[in-house]
């Protein structure tokens, strides 16, 4: 049990992250339409990025990543996942291999191998570095990378990265689409972001491009199914394993002042509760059980029995209009739902029940998404509950204030259709 953590964590103050520019450029329903019809470049360079190098590069992954790693080629991507020997995932992010033996990372997977080399047993170094990381996506995102680069681009497949040039500077072009849309995210070094962004502006003004603000930024992240952590998911952090990783990460990277904080419903005094795993993540297919990492014993045993399943809820409309409702009479309010979605860092957990009121699962942060005019939400659903339909409830609220009753069913996720890997060829200009 861990009752003070839980108090910690409930008690702490959400991060206000400086990233993603913003708060809104046009408005954040006219944003959020981008990837429905035109296209958005949106700004992530606030994630660390850290150059991997050395004999034994590769291996520090291979030892800490879920992922497999017989195939692996230069010039190629992979959404990689670390957890602890408890299966419960620390954090995900992109790794790109740029040689045999050199390699950048980025985000809290940048941060967790950093350290752990920085324990020493590899022939291998880390180096910061300092790059802007900027998506462009939607249905008209490929006429726009072809106008600012120059380059056909049909030739780069899914998750590979090749060299481009955009206003004079060198640039990677990694094929992705945190949309669920086709996209690419151009990586350079940070000095050249104001040039990058202007000529991608400029490219893509008679194609609709739209720049985006961190009002609306995750409902894409909500929409396509992309959990992130310590927003969709409480991060493991608390594992003994892990002890002394959070101090050394402050004093050799600016963590913006974010700490893990838990809001919501559910209540329970032990924080492995609150934690998730690479399979009720929705990420059990990249998980390789041909070579030796940390968490290998745990996970093989849950792929072989899982418990929990990755949905999408759509809360009842309704009942969302009584939580705003509730502003405008006497008493206590229900707990606010910001739209289009929270302004702050919260892994937000609020228990969904079945018909004779038994907790079936966890919720995560809810967002409104105006394409589909619904509120929306990532959760992990005992997997008798999960199926396309069911129909469920939300207790929304902090323990010990006025709580909401919400009706939530059961939806696909993604929510959206994943059109990611389109076939470029077929949708050139």
Same mark, same amino acid.
């Given at each position: 049990?861990?009752?003070?953590? @839980?108090?910690?964590?409930?008690?702490?103050? !959400? *991060?206000?992250? !400086?990233?993603?520019?913003?708060?809104?450029?046009?408005?954040?329903?006219?944003?959020?339409?981008?990837?429905?019809?035109?296209?958005?470049?949106?700004?992530?360079? %606030?994630?660390?990025?850290?150059?991997?190098?050395?004999?034994?590069?590769?291996?520090?992954?291979?030892?800490?990543?879920?992922?497999?790693?017989?195939?692996?080629?230069?010039?190629?991507?992979?959404?990689? +996942?670390?957890?602890?020997?408890? *299966?419960?995932?620390?954090?995900?992010?992109?790794?790109?291999?740029?040689?045999?033996?050199?390699?950048?990372?980025?985000?809290?997977?940048?941060?967790?191998?950093?350290?752990?080399?920085?324990?020493?047993?590899?022939?291998?170094?880390?180096?910061?570095?300092?790059?802007?990381?900027?998506?462009?996506?939607?249905?008209?995102?490929?006429?726009?990378?072809?106008k600012v680069t120059g380059e056909p681009l049909t030739d780069i497949k899914f998750m590979r990265f090749g060299d481009v040039t955009i206003a004079g500077h060198p640039v990677w072009a990694l094929r992705q689409g945190m949309a669920g849309e086709v996209g690419f995210e151009f990586h350079a070094a940070q000095e050249h972001a104001d040039d990058i962004i202007a000529a991608v502006l400029e490219a893509g003004h008679e194609h609709g491009i739209r720049r985006l603000g961190r009002r609306t930024v995750m409902i894409n992240h909500l929409e396509a199914a992309f959990p992130t952590g310590n927003w969709h998911y409480l991060k493991q952090s608390f594992h003994p394993e892990l002890a002394g990783s959070a101090e050394w990460v402050r004093e050799?990277?600016?963590?913006?002042?974010?700490?893990?904080?838990?809001?919501?419903?559910?209540?329970?005094?032990? +924080?492995?509760?609150?934690?998730?795993?690479? +399979?009720?993540?929705?990420? *059990?297919?990249?998980?390789? %059980?041909?070579?030796?990492?940390?968490?290998?014993?745990?996970?093989?045993?849950?792929?072989?029995? !899982?418990?929990?399943?990755?949905?999408?809820?759509?809360?009842?409309?309704?009942?969302?209009?009584? @939580?705003?409702?509730?502003?405008?009479?006497?008493?206590?309010?229900?707990? %606010?739902?910001?739209?289009?979605?929270?302004?702050?860092?919260?892994?937000?957990?609020?228990?969904?029940?079945?018909?004779?009121?038994?907790?079936?699962?966890?919720?995560?942060?809810?967002?409104?998404?105006?394409?589909?005019?619904?509120?929306?939400?990532?959760?992990?659903?005992?997997?008798? %509950?999960?199926?396309?339909?069911?129909?469920?409830?939300?207790?929304?609220?902090?323990? *010990?204030?006025?709580?909401?009753?919400?009706? +939530?069913?059961?939806?696909?996720?993604?929510?959206?259709?994943?059109?990611?890997?389109?076939?470029?060829?077929?949708?050139?200009?």
């Amino acid at each position: 049990m861990n009752t003070d953590l @839980i108090s910690s964590l409930r008690g702490a103050r !959400p *991060g206000y992250h !400086p990233g993603w520019g913003g708060p809104e450029y046009s408005d954040w329903q006219d944003e959020q339409m981008s990837w429905k019809s035109t296209c958005y470049i949106g700004d992530w360079s %606030f994630l660390w990025d850290v150059v991997v190098e050395g004999p034994e590069a590769l291996n520090v992954f291979r030892d800490t990543c879920i992922n497999g790693f017989e195939t692996f080629e230069i010039g190629q991507a992979k959404h990689i +996942v670390q957890c602890t020997s408890d *299966g419960k995932v620390i954090g995900d992010g992109i790794l790109m291999r740029l040689a045999e033996d050199r390699f950048i990372t980025q985000g809290v997977p940048a941060l967790h191998t950093s350290w752990v080399l920085s324990k020493g047993g590899y022939n291998a170094s880390w180096t910061q570095a300092d790059r802007c990381k900027l998506q462009v996506s939607g249905p008209t995102a490929l006429a726009v990378c072809q106008k600012v680069t120059g380059e056909p681009l049909t030739d780069i497949k899914f998750m590979r990265f090749g060299d481009v040039t955009i206003a004079g500077h060198p640039v990677w072009a990694l094929r992705q689409g945190m949309a669920g849309e086709v996209g690419f995210e151009f990586h350079a070094a940070q000095e050249h972001a104001d040039d990058i962004i202007a000529a991608v502006l400029e490219a893509g003004h008679e194609h609709g491009i739209r720049r985006l603000g961190r009002r609306t930024v995750m409902i894409n992240h909500l929409e396509a199914a992309f959990p992130t952590g310590n927003w969709h998911y409480l991060k493991q952090s608390f594992h003994p394993e892990l002890a002394g990783s959070a101090e050394w990460v402050r004093e050799h990277f600016d963590t913006y002042g974010l700490v893990s904080t838990i809001r919501g419903s559910f209540d329970s005094d032990d +924080v492995n509760d609150y934690l998730q795993s690479p +399979v009720t993540l929705g990420w *059990g297919k990249s998980i390789r %059980f041909d070579h030796e990492f940390v968490g290998r014993k745990a996970l093989e045993a849950e792929v072989a029995a !899982p418990t929990k399943k990755r949905v999408t809820l759509e809360f009842d409309s309704q009942d969302i209009v009584d @939580i705003y409702a509730s502003l405008f009479s006497e008493g206590e309010p229900y707990a %606010f739902l910001d739209v289009p979605h929270a302004q702050r860092w919260i892994a937000w957990a609020d228990k969904v029940i079945d018909g004779d009121g038994n907790t079936v699962g966890l919720s995560s942060s809810p967002g409104y998404s105006y394409y589909f005019r619904k509120v929306l939400s990532i959760a992990y659903i005992d997997v008798a %509950f999960a199926e396309v339909g069911e129909e469920l409830s939300l207790i929304r609220g902090d323990p *010990g204030t006025r709580q909401k009753t919400v009706r +939530v069913t059961v939806a696909p996720a993604p929510y959206k259709k994943d059109n990611r890997r389109s076939d470029l060829s077929a949708i050139s200009p």
